[in-house]
């Protein structure tokens, strides 16, 4: 799962032709390049969304002609030839590659497979590349599935977020329940290597038996890789609305937690172990190679409307409207809106922010004094694992996974 904020941070002007700082690519050949490739179509809006995406009614009118979904794969795919003059000379071939959205199975197949060949033409794909895209349940079928398999895709992401109707309904899911789970199976019959199921525990409404329910039908399912996340109820939203009338009631941090620990147990039981907060895999070749990237600091690109990127430490960010994004291109300029330049003690605070999420934790030669102190502390709370933080690692247990956010405030001190 890759959302893309509504909202775009201030930051510095991108050149109109894009160019990097020099720095930006010393030491590259160390580091994998992905590609996050933005398609910012729905065909409804869910009452918890919050990222940028647009449905057809709320593209007429100004820009609407150039934010089509017609021309979109063409736009994509020249904003990967301008990443491929930004990089000049460059020499890696592309190790992941992740289409998201907003609902990137609206498109075409050939269309998302077009896009992937751009990346391929300018770039090249290492051999074992990952090539993900996600998918909308019920806008895809066998045909559309062999169709992006045949085109390079080998790993596919559902959006289930749950098995019961009723949260689908506070959710705003269109889903047909249980089409998620016939949708793995015929994406293995496709000859997909890894398939991902998508959850969404702490729905307003939704019972520990309604979240069971979810589980074992995911489960069931027989996916390589399940991400689970909490509700996150964005200001803005319909949901949040909603629940500031007293339509709906908000769900608690306790809840949240029970949810998680009932989820923990049930993949632990079926064979899922986990390796990111949120993210349980049957096998270290089942984890999402893309989404490591970003949270091991690595290079990426970000194609499309407000999709986000970063090399070497520049981190950047495109135009928000697909309208906008098509004019910029078709002027021959870069879409990026604004930009950043990290510092080292930027770098270092988000290796810890993102690191200690993962399985294998974060480095404590990364922590000052005061977040070595906060280290021990944790440590004798049960926050941190003893065995790796002898071994000079912090690695959060399962009741520091519940208290993760807190548990980083304290150590990038």
Not at 10 to 30: C, I, T, Y
Not at 69 to 94: F, S, T
Not at 181 to 190: F, G, M, P
Not at 223 to 235: G, K, N, Q, W
Request: hydrophobic share 40%; net charge negative.
């Amino acid at each position: 799962m890759d959302p893309m904020p509504s909202v775009l941070p201030d930051g510095e002007p991108v050149p109109e032709d894009g160019a990097l700082p020099a720095r930006a690519l010393e030491g590259a050949g160390d580091r994998p390049l992905g590609f996050y490739l933005h398609v910012p179509y729905c065909a409804t809006r869910c009452g918890y969304c919050d990222f940028n995406t647009y449905t057809a009614s709320e593209l007429r009118g100004a820009g609407g002609v150039l934010a089509s979904r017609d021309n979109y794969a063409g736009q994509v795919a020249e904003e990967i030839r301008l990443a491929r003059k930004v990089l000049g000379d460059d020499p890696r071939p592309v190790r992941t590659v992740f289409v998201g959205g907003g609902t990137p199975t609206l498109l075409a197949a050939g269309d998302l497979v077009r896009m992937l060949g751009a990346i391929r033409d300018e770039f090249g794909l290492a051999d074992d590349a990952e090539v993900t895209t996600e998918a909308n349940p019920e806008s895809v079928d066998p045909a559309y599935l062999e169709e992006l398999r045949a085109g390079g895709f080998n790993r596919i992401s559902f959006g289930m977020q749950s098995a019961r109707p009723h949260v689908l309904r506070i959710l705003d899911r269109t889903h047909t329940p249980g089409r998620p789970e016939a949708c793995v199976a015929e994406a293995r019959a496709a000859g997909f290597d890894h398939v991902n199921l998508d959850l969404i525990y702490g729905t307003p409404g939704e019972s520990d038996d309604d979240w069971r329910a979810s589980l074992d039908a995911a489960i069931g399912a027989g996916p390589d890789h399940v991400s689970a996340y909490a509700l996150i109820v964005e200001e803005g939203t319909q949901l949040a609305r909603r629940i500031r009338r007293g339509e709906v009631p908000m769900t608690d941090d306790d809840v949240h937690a029970d949810r998680y620990l009932i989820a923990d147990e049930a993949f632990e039981k079926a064979g899922y172990a986990w390796y990111e907060v949120s993210n349980w895999a049957t096998s270290e070749a089942g984890r999402c190679l893309h989404n490591e990237l970003y949270w091991r600091g690595a290079d990426w690109w970000g194609a499309g409307p407000g999709a986000h990127s970063h090399v070497g430490g520049v981190r950047w960010w495109n135009v928000k409207h697909p309208g906008a994004y098509a004019a910029a291109l078709g002027a021959g300029k870069s879409p990026g809106a604004g930009r950043e330049v990290l510092s080292e003690e930027d770098r270092r605070v988000e290796r810890i922010l993102l690191e200690l999420r993962l399985r294998e934790g974060v480095e404590l030669a990364l922590l000052k004094p005061a977040g070595l102190d906060a280290s021990r502390k944790a440590l004798a709370d049960g926050l941190l694992d003893a065995e790796p933080y002898a071994a000079g690692r912090a690695v959060l247990t399962l009741r520091g996974r519940l208290l993760a956010d807190a548990v980083v405030r304290d150590l990038v001190d």
